[in-house]
């Protein structure tokens, strides 16, 4: 008896252990099913932001000067943003309004381009991508030119990136800058994290060393959602291409730049363009390719641009260059990328700009935007898919804190600067020259009357820029 008693008292013991088990691996399996969910549910993001690259350097747009097979592919299974812009036609205030969804003028950031050891700074108050996405559980790295603030205070790890690696600004903005009389710059620091690890790095190689790190990133965070910034330093003078892409240049410039000791011989560099456009095409395509290898691809939205119009190359068909207000330093050549979410081979010639990518970001990554501030940007998700219309009404065209012109569909007036007072039909006169303001009166007054409602509403919306007291170089 007693022997049958503890024959089913083991029997049930078992049962017990057995039952544990299967309740406990049930509630992992459910556990992890939820977190893979989770992780499948929010989509990566990667911009790979170029520098002083126009409308017509890529094939895909056009250009003939150049080869860009990886972004053309790129183009091919994505799709090609006609009419994209950037907030303004230089580096630092374009590059505030992308991380802030913000016109710069907004955000005090509208006036210059930021110095080596400058005072100002993108005020640490704002709200970035990374801030954004990082609430929402997402690594954040950034990979390339800063150039909002090279101050310790500033610095993009304080701006809501897990990690840095690359240039507080410009890479022209060293001891050999082409116009060493006017500046003295101090030595170029290249960064990871909030350290200096070198000092004028031999910038031939930064856009081997940006895509290194930057597959290293994806390569590391490919189980868990990531945002990287890629904002290469190139195609900004001086032109830069690593020796792999030296090879095919003409042999003249490659006899001059092997002589070129610490000396940087800028307008012979500019004949290595389309060198320098290989290299970056070239890391397009292997940021691309690690996506495909890591299963990623499917769940991960790319974007490729530029942050203002060219100083050397083309911009073609497009009037004006960087700095200019004219749709060649504005608009820029832009893909979009996101197998199975945006249409292969669609084409979009709806207004967009890089603003809209903060906004547009936190939607599809269920995230909360700010909203204690007003934002510029707008969700274009459902734009990129073909499906709406563009969300803005009017764009505005600002060079430093001057509103230049104004457009609202296909119509663009300028109100101030080189060849003002003009209006255009961009339907039909893309290259801005054919001034039809004569013969539409009733266009000009819809357009005066909006520039001046929105300079009159952004004056009570203004949030400063960060200053610092007694701003230092970054050194070693």
Known sequence: MLHTIHKKAKVFTNSSVYFVCFFVCFSLSVAYSQKTKEKISK????????????????????????????????????????????????????????????????????????????????????????????????????????????????LPTKQGFDEFFGI??????????GNQKKF??????????????????????????????????????????????????????????????????????????????????????DKIYPQTIAEIDWSVGQILEALRTNGLDENTFVIFTSDNGPMVGSAAPLKGKKGSTFEGGMRMPTVVWWPGKIPAGSVTNELLTAMDLLPTFTKLASAEMPTDRVLDGKDVFSVLQGKSKSPHEVFYYYNKNILQA???????????????????????????????????????????????????????????????????????
């Not at 972004?71 to 994505?78: F, P, R």
């Not at 507080?168 to 800058?177: A, E, L, M, Q, R």
């Not at 081997?208 to 994806?218: D, N, P």
Request: net charge negative.
């Open 406 to 476: 104004v457009r609202s569909g296909k119509w663009k007036l300028r109100i101030a600067g080189k060849e003002s007072p003009a209006l255009y039909n961009l339907e039909d006169d893309i290259s801005e020259t054919k001034n039809i303001i004569a013969a539409h009166p009733d266009i000009e007054t819809r357009l005066r009357s909006a520039a001046t409602e929105f300079e009159n509403k952004l004056k009570i919306n203004i949030r400063p820029a960060g200053v610092v007291k007694n701003p230092k170089p970054l050194s070693k």
């Open 184 to 269: 003295n710059f101090p030595s170029l620091p290249l960064l990871d994290g909030e350290t200096v690890v070198e000092l004028d790095p031999d910038a031939d190689y930064l856009i081997k060393r940006i895509t290194e790190r930057t597959l290293s990133f994806i390569e590391q965070h490919k189980d868990e959602p990531f945002f990287v910034y890629m904002p290469h330093t190139s195609p900004h003078r001086p032109m830069l291409a690593s020796p792999e892409f030296m090879k095919n240049a003409p042999e003249d410039v490659k006899a001059i730049l092997k002589n070129e000791g610490e000396s940087v011989d800028y307008k012979t560099r």
């Open 43 to 154: 989509p990566n993001f990667i911009i790979i932001f170029t520098d002083d690259q126009g409308y017509a350097d890529l094939s895909c747009f056009g250009g003939t000067h150049v080869n860009t097979p990886e972004i053309d592919k790129m183009a091919a299974e994505g799709a090609k943003l006609t009419s994209f812009y950037v907030a303004a036609p230089f580096c630092t205030p374009s590059r505030a309004a992308l991380m802030t969804g913000s016109y710069p003028k907004r955000i005090g950031m509208a006036k210059r381009v930021l110095l080596a050891a400058d005072s100002l700074g993108l005020n640490p108050n704002e709200v970035t991508i990374a801030e954004v996405l990082k609430s929402a559980g997402y690594k954040t790295g950034m990979f390339g030119k800063w150039h909002l603030g090279d101050q310790p205070e500033f």
């Open 168 to 177: 507080p600004y410009s890479h022209d903005i060293h001891p050999f800058h």
